[in-house]
């Protein structure tokens, strides 16, 4: 399959960068749109102690388990550094300081960038 356009995916959270891999895998181009300056920023904003409440094994990302070695409910920082490995490991490129609105009077989206 070929697109010329790219397949846009807005977000760049874990369900965002799971979401842009899978498409790139299939051969789709993806533009990703992140509001934050950076990677894992609402996790970065956290508490410090901080963890997961679910098991590191139920939270990994497809095709990239946690460090051995990581705790059993990854801390903030275990979090993180995970996303932040998993978005260079797999070469998706994310595009920062991207807000996205809709127009509700149409279909279409407007991004803009800080």
Known sequence: MTATE???VIGAGASGLAAADALAQHGLPVLMLEQEARLAEPWR???ERLS??????FSSLPGLAYPP?????????????YLERFA?????AIEFGAAV???RKSTRLN????
């Open 69 to 81: 070695g990581t705790a059993a409910f990854p801390t903030k920082e275990n979090v993180v550094t």
């Open 101 to 103: 609105e809709r127009d």
């Open 52 to 57: 997961l409440n679910t098991h590191r094994v």
């Open 88 to 92: 260079a490991e797999r070469g998706l």
């Open 45 to 47: 904003r956290r508490h």
């Open 6 to 8: 790219p397949v846009i």
């Open 111 to 114: 991004s803009s960038h800080s």
